[in-house]
C-alpha cells in the first residue's frame, strides 16, 4: 500500500496546525466574536428569524419590570392644594377643553327638534342579526379596536379591512389605546356612514337598538392572559349583534375570542353590568344617514347627549352605595366622568378623588392598574380646577408603571400642567414624546403652539 500521499497529507495539517499556533490566543477570540456577530447579522435579517426574538426578549423584558416594579402596587393620592374658594372661582373662568370628541362623533340637534318619545312596542324575545363580516385582531398589535370597528362598519356594506382602520385611529403601532371618539371619528371623516357614541347605557336600550335593526358596539373591562401570560383586567370592545331572553345572553361578535368558524360569542345578561360599568356603559352606534329617523326614535332620550351624561351620573351615584370593592371604584369614577363632561369640574374632581381612595384600599390583585390608558376624565378635572401636580402626578404614575408607555393622551395633559406652572422645558419634552407616540396628534401641536414652542 503508498502512503506516499497520507504523508503528504500529514504534512500539510502539520503545517497548518502550526501556522495557526503562531496566531495569538487574542485574536482567534476576537475572530470567534466577529464571526458570531455576522451569524447573528445575518439571522436578524431574516424576518421569520428575527420577529420571534424579539418577542421573546420582549416578553422577557416586560416579565423582568412586571417584577421589578408591580403596577398593581403603584397608588396614586391626589393633593388638594387649592381651597375651595379659589377652586369655585377657577370653575366659573374655566373654558371649555379643547381635548373634547369632535362634535362630528355625535348627532347635533337643532334647538326645535324635540326628543323623540321611547316606543311602546312590546320587543321581540329574540333578535339575531346577519351580514357582519369577522375581523380578528391576531397577529396584529392591539387591533381590538380596529378590528371591531370594522365589523360594525361591515354590516352596513363597507368593504374596507382593520388594517386599514389601524394606521388612522392607531398611527403609531403600539399604541396602548384607541378612545370611542376616535372610532367615531374615523366613521364621519373616512366612510359615508355616521356614528354617534353615548355614556349611561342599558340592557333594555341595547335591546332596543338591536330590534330596530343596529348593531350596538360597547367598550367593557374583562379579566384577559395578555402576551405575558400574565391574567389582569384590561379594556375590550365588543359589537353586540343579538339577544336572547330566554337563554338571558346578548350575543357579540368578538374580535379576541370568536373565529371564523364562530365569531359571535354569548355574553349573559348577568355578566353584563360587571363588564361595562368599568367604561359608564359607553356604546357607539354606526348607521347610514338614511336610517337617522329610525335610530333617533329608538334612542329616545340618548338623542341628547347632555341627558345621557345626567342619567349616566344618576346612576353611578346610586351604585355607590350599591356596590363595593372593585365595583364601588368604577362607580366614583364613572361619577367623576359624567360630570367632567358635564363641566362641573369641582364635583368631578371631589368623585375622582374618592375613586382612588377606594383604589388604594383594594386587594392588590383587585385593581384594575391600566384603568387610565382608557380614560382621561381625572386629568381634566383635575388641570381646570387647577390642580396642576395632580395632573402631572397622576401621569407620571401612569408612564412610570406602565411597560411601554405609548399613551399620547398622558403625556398632552402632563405636558399642559407642566406648561401652566411655567416648566416650559418640560412641557415641550411632553409634547416631543406625545407627537412621537402619535404623529400629528392635533392637541398637542395645538399646546405647543398655544405655549410658544416649537412644533414638534
Known amino acids: ?70 403596577p398593581q402596587e403603584a397608588l396614586f393620592v391626589p393633593e388638594t392644594t387649592v381651597d375651595e374658594a379659589v377652586q369655585a372661582t377657577l370653575l366659573a373662568l374655566t373654558p371649555v377643553p379643547t381635548l373634547t370628541p369632535s362634535p362630528t362623533a355625535t348627532m347635533i340637534l337643532q334647538e326645535d327638534t324635540p326628543i323623540p318619545t321611547p316606543t311602546s312596542t312590546p320587543l321581540p324575545a329574540s333578535v339575531k342579526l346577519d351580514g357582519m363580516k369577522f375581523f380578528s385582531q391576531h397577529n396584529l398589535w392591539n387591533y381590538c379596536a380596529p378590528s371591531n370597528l370594522a365589523m360594525a362598519l361591515s354590516y352596513w356594506g363597507w368593504q374596507g379591512k382593520q388594517t386599514e382602520i389601524g394606521p388612522v385611529v392607531k398611527p403609531f403601532e403600539k399604541d396602548k389605546n384607541v378612545m370611542p371618539y376616535e372610532l367615531a371619528d374615523y366613521v364621519m371623516e373616512h366612510t359615508n356612514l355616521l356614528a354617534i357614541v353615548r355614556s349611561g347605557g342599558t340592557p333594555e336600550l341595547l335591546k332596543t337598538l338591536i330590534a330596530s335593526g343596529f348593531p350596538v358596539l360597547i367598550e367593557k373591562g374583562v379579566y384577559m392572559r395578555d402576551f405575558t401570560g400574565v391574567i389582569s383586567w384590561m379594556g375590550h370592545y365588543q359589537v353586540l349583534i343579538g339577544y336572547d331572553d330566554a337563554g338571558s345572553e346578548f350575543l357579540g361578535m368578538d374580535s379576541f375570542y370568536g373565529t371564523e368558524e364562530k365569531p359571535a360569542l354569548p355574553l349573559p345578561y348577568e355578566n353584563l353590568p360587571t363588564q361595562w360599568r368599568p367604561f359608564n356603559y359607553i356604546f357607539l352606534v354606526v348607521y347610514p344617514p338614511e336610517r337617522e329617523p329610525e335610530l333617533l326614535a329608538a334612542m329616545g332620550e340618548y338623542v341628547d347627549s347632555t341627558r345621557a351624561e345626567q342619567i349616566a351620573a344618576d346612576r353611578a351615584s346610586t351604585e355607590i352605595y350599591s356596590v363595593t370593592g372593585q365595583a364601588q371604584f368604577f362607580a366614583w369614577f364613572n361619577r367623576g366622568t359624567s360630570l367632567m363632561r358635564l363641566q362641573d369640574y369641582y364635583g368631578a374632581a371631589q368623585a375622582y378623588d374618592a375613586a382612588f381612595e377606594v383604589y388604594a384600599s383594594l386587594d392588590k390583585n383587585d385593581r384594575p392598574w391600566r384603568m387610565m390608558w382608557y380614560q382621561t376624565g381625572p386629568y381634566y378635572s383635575y388641570y381646570f380646577t387647577g390642580r396642576y401636580w395632580d395632573v402631572i402626578n397622576l401621569a407620571t404614575n401612569t408612564v412610570d408603571y406602565s411597560d411601554q408607555p405609548y399613551l399620547e393622551e398622558t403625556y398632552y395633559w402632563r405636558a399642559r400642567a407642566k406648561g401652566a406652572l411655567g416648566d416650559m422645558g418640560g412641557a415641550s419634552a411632553d409634547i416631543q414624546t406625545c407627537v412621537e407616540y402619535h404623529p400629528g396628534f392635533t392637541p398637542c401641536l395645538q399646546l405647543a403652539s398655544d405655549l410658544g414652542l416649537p412644533q414638534p
Open 1 to 70: 500500500m503508498d502512503h506516499t500521499h497520507l504523508e503528504g497529507k500529514s504534512a500539510l495539517v502539520a503545517q497548518c496546525y502550526n501556522q495557526t499556533m503562531k496566531i495569538k490566543p487574542g485574536r482567534l477570540i476576537i475572530w470567534g466574536m466577529a464571526g458570531l456577530i455576522l451569524l447573528a447579522g445575518l439571522g436578524f435579517s431574516i424576518p421569520a428569524i428575527r420577529e420571534p426574538v424579539l418577542y421573546r426578549l420582549d416578553n422577557l423584558r416586560i416579565r423582568l419590570r412586571y417584577w421589578l416594579k408591580p
